[in-house]
């Protein structure tokens, strides 16, 4: 079972920052927070992942809470193209068995509007 | 990041028949996986390719229905065997390297539909 949880959908305007939450109230202290998107007709795509701290790269932001319970992903500028279901997973990327899985949820549906 | 394609991208089956899905990565990887994306669903993993030994099957899945073969760390094939309608989905391998910043990468899939 996927140990975070998400809402089904939102949407926001193009142009505007799109913030998509996730609730992971169960990670260890191993695991990591990573954000997939996947796009219609077309493979996952990896956006981002971090442990404790902020990141940020070419595509995203991702906000973790001190307590490591939940987390947001930024888009800062949405565009038509972020349409996609975006999936936040926690997994350990070093260890074998259970943690080290990449487990899906049902993702949250992000719909940029014009 | 590492490169994964897939063949075949979409094929169309009849029923009883089987068909095998082939997974290359531009680049040696320590894991790959396959996993299944029935219609209007999320992703489900099947199994852990493992180089050189039988694959891990996650529960629900079996060997005979999906056998799996990792001949080195660049390829993987997954089989469907003895196909029927419910097997109708997209299938797709994804890989990466055990520890480090541990991303996983996947193909663009394989649509399968069987008549």
């Known amino acids: 079972d996927a140990k975070t949880t998400q809402p089904p959908s939102m949407d926001c305007a193009e142009g505007r920052a799109a913030n998509l939450p996730c609730n992971h109230s169960t990670i260890s202290g191993n695991e990591y927070v990573y954000w997939y998107r996947q796009i219609h007709s077309q493979g996952p795509q990896y956006i981002i992942h971090g442990l404790k701290n902020n990141e940020t790269n070419e595509m995203a932001s991702l906000i973790i809470t001190e307590d490591r319970k939940s987390s947001t992903l930024i888009l800062p500028h949405a565009t038509l193209r972020d349409t996609a279901v975006y999936y936040c997973i926690v997994r350990s990327p070093t260890y074998t068995g259970a943690n080290s899985k990449l487990t899906f949820g049902k993702g949250i549906t992000l719909s940029v509007r014009p | ?115």
């Open chain 2, 1 to 115: 990041s590492a490169v994964i394609s897939q063949k075949p991208s979409r094929d169309i089956c009849q029923r009883g028949t089987s068909l095998t899905i082939q997974c290359q990565v531009d680049s040696q990887v320590t894991m790959m996986f396959w996993y299944r994306q029935q219609p209007g669903q999320s992703l489900t993993l099947i199994a852990t390719a493992n180089q050189g030994s039988e694959a891990t099957y996650e529960s629900g899945f079996v060997i005979d229905k999906f056998p799996i073969s990792r001949p080195n760390l660049t390829f993987s094939t997954l089989t469907v065997s003895n196909m029927s309608p419910e097997d109708s989905s997209i299938y797709l391998c994804s890989a990466g390297d055990r520890g480090g910043t541990g991303e996983l990468f996947f193909g663009e899939g394989s649509r399968l539909t069987v008549l």
